[in-house]
């Protein structure tokens, strides 16, 4: 059995599950492989929950070749083809918001290389993700990485 038929089984498994929502999280690199959109046409046609869609890593995107409102667009653009109606998308940077809420006491020396780098990438607006999805502006850099995006729209699913 291959890793992905693995992975289908797994999630056939969960979604015979009670939730109030599932989260799908979606890594940005990965954005329209045949993987994905057999695994969204199964959301849509097993999940009747409310579904949240999350791109990650959009900290990996280079503002000069790449368009992270394109992606945002795009990736809409795909779910109302699949069938959901009003998809709701937050665009975060998972692992940066972990790093700038972690106490860097706590930190490797790795993930101390890696929170400098990340907190150098998120001086630049072009990494604002909320603004993305037409959320208020901010500097505050966890902000940026859009992880308080999603926590309050998770408290109002």
Request: a neutral charge; charged letters at 25%.
């Amino acid at each position: 059995m291959k890793l992905n038929d693995a992975f289908l089984n797994r999630m056939k498994q969960i979604l015979k599950g009670d939730y109030d929502a599932v989260m799908y999280v979606s890594n940005s690199k990965y954005f329209g492989t045949n993987d994905e959109h057999k695994l969204l046409k199964m959301l849509k046609a097993k999940v009747k929950t409310p579904t949240l869609f999350v791109l990650n890593q959009l900290d990996y995107f280079v503002p000069e070749e790449d368009s992270i409102l394109k992606m945002v667009n795009d990736y809409k653009s795909d779910l109302i083809k699949f069938g959901f109606k009003k998809p709701i998308i937050v665009p975060v940077s998972a692992y940066a918001s972990f790093l700038f809420r972690t106490e860097t006491s706590l930190l490797s020396k790795i993930e101390m290389r890696k929170l400098e780098m990340l907190n150098e990438v998120f001086e630049c607006d072009y990494y604002d993700l909320p603004m993305y999805i037409n959320e208020q502006s901010s500097k505050d850099k966890l902000s940026m990485t859009g992880i308080i995006s999603l926590e309050n729209i998770l408290i109002t699913i």
